[in-house]
């Protein structure tokens, strides 16, 4: 409960601020590392896995848009975020988060930009798309198994 109740913090912060909180996020990627060790969640390795490459893949990404088109398209809160699932959750889950949250981002972006005041410049928070996913892949399915 823990881990969810710092996602639904994260989302309200994120959506309000476009900031995730490293105040909350880095210690939330510690304690799904603890509690991993302790045994009461997914193995130790798996964990560490999961945070490391929750936190590289889409930091390499980012770079390469980066490269390519001279901004920016992630922030470092959505890295740490995608980090701290990983160490809860596992790569996978990690993995979930990142696709199936950048498919619901895009989907409510392009209905923005249809029905609202949106401009095809403007930027919408990711923390909370990448969570709505979490919570979804933890609670129904997850879309992918590694």
């Not at 199936?100 to 095809?120: E, Q, Y």
Request: net charge neutral; with cysteine.
């Amino acid at each position: 409960m823990p881990f969810v109740w710092a996602l639904v913090a994260i989302s309200l912060i994120d959506f309000d601020h476009k900031l995730i909180p490293d105040c909350i996020s880095l210690p939330l990627i510690w304690m799904g590392i603890v509690v991993a060790y302790f045994g009461y969640s997914i193995s130790l390795e798996e964990s560490v896995k999961g945070a490391v490459i929750g936190f590289m893949l889409p930091w390499s990404c980012n770079k390469l848009f980066e490269i390519i088109r001279r901004k920016q398209g992630m922030g470092d809160g959505d890295f740490k975020l995608l980090s701290a699932i990983g160490s809860w959750l596992g790569l996978s889950y990690s993995i979930n988060a990142l696709l199936l949250g950048s498919v619901v981002g895009a989907l409510v972006s392009l209905l923005l930009l249809i029905f609202g005041n949106k401009k095809f410049s403007s930027s919408l928070p990711f923390g909370p798309f990448i969570i709505i996913a979490t919570l979804y892949s933890l609670f129904f399915f997850p879309l992918i198994s590694i």
